[in-house]
């Protein structure tokens, strides 16, 4: 663990350590849009435990890219699930792969079953890890708000007299924060207000480099003329300044919200089929040269 890391996640870290021995199963909740990039796959991987991977907020994401990672992560021995995990009959899935999982593992080592199935969900900030147990619980039984951070402390909820979950605060590793540009798109990382230009254009160019100019529809074709683009939106959507200028940051304010509410369809950054490392590496390499561009304006 990095002493850099704010408090409550230094804090998540140490609970993991101290609950795990009373834990059955771990939730690794990961983010549908970028599964594999919203994985604490190493810190599970070394926790020991049985372990299931939801893909939550399913909802938001292409039904056919989040239909190959699953079968991706089936084929590696995991298991797995999507959700929308604000909606109960979606969870009640999650509560019978739960207890499949665990009477397998249970069968396997003829060990009894217990009654009470610990279940501790691990996941990023901001994945939904409150709004699961929300739901699973059909109460409002822990804080779950739009921004990373929300939940501060660690509390267990009970769901029936069979399973137990455990609310932790989102833990990061710095593995991942190295894509933390991409991380602010799905609000993972709180970005400035200041900073909305920034994350429009990230946002486009990630999708063009993931899923092509498609994605946003209807407001110019997204070449790889990003402030172009961004300049094109807001006059279509009519957000001028005095003088008939584009407004820029409300169209990018506009942009970088609707992508995040699913405005522009259900959308995957990370795709099954390509090296997300790959992908990231020239996006890093367009934004040096685009930001290097700028300077010798
Ligand atoms: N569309 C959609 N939104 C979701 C889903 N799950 C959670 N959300 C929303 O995502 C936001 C964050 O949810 P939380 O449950 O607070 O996330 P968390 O992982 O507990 O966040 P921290 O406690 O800050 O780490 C809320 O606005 C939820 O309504 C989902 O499956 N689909
Ligand atoms: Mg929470």
């Not at 101290?18 to 599970?44: C, H, Q, T, W």
């Not at 593995?175 to 994350?199: A, C, F, Q, S, V």
């Not at 486009?204 to 094109?232: A, M, W």
Request: proline content about 4%; glycine content about 8%; some cysteine.
């Amino acid at each position: 663990m990095n002493k850099d890391l704010p408090g409550h996640i230094r804090k998540a870290f140490r609970s993991v350590e101290r609950y795990l021995p009373v834990v059955d199963v771990i939730v690794e909740l990961v983010d549908a849009r970028m599964p594999n990039g919203s994985r604490l796959k190493d810190f599970v991987g070394k926790l020991g435990k049985l372990s299931v991977i939801a893909l939550s907020k399913a909802d938001l994401a292409d039904k056919e890219q989040t239909k190959h990672w699953i079968e991706k992560y089936k084929e590696k021995g995991c298991s797995c699930i999507a959700l929308d995990c604000r909606d109960r009959n979606s969870v009640k899935n999650l509560s019978k792969l739960i207890r499949s999982v665990t009477l397998q593992a249970n069968n396997a080592k003829s060990s009894p079953t217990r009654k009470v199935r610990r279940v501790m969900i691990i996941g990023i900030p901001n994945v939904g890890k409150s709004t699961l147990i929300n739901s699973l619980a059909g109460r409002a039984a822990a804080r779950a708000a739009n921004m990373p951070g929300v939940t501060r402390s660690v509390q267990w909820i009970k769901i029936s007299g069979e399973l137990e979950l455990l609310d932790l605060p989102g833990i990061l590793d710095f593995g991942l924060l190295r894509r933390g540009d991409i991380l602010k798109l799905i609000n993972t990382i709180p970005g400035k207000d200041d900073d909305t230009y920034t994350k429009a254009k990230n946002l486009c160019r990630i999708l063009y480099l993931t899923n092509n100019e498609h994605i946003l529809p209807d407001y110019g074709v997204c070449e790889q003329n990003f402030d172009k683009y961004i300049s094109d939106y807001a006059r279509k959507m009519n957000f001028l300044v005095k003088g008939g200028n584009p407004d820029l940051q409300r169209a990018t304010n506009d942009i970088v919200k609707r992508f995040q509410s699913g405005g522009f369809g259900r959308v995957t950054i990370e795709n099954p089929e390509k090296d997300f490392s790959e992908v990231f590496a020239e996006y890093e390499k367009q934004e040096a040269d685009d930001s290097e561009g700028l300077e010798n304006v």
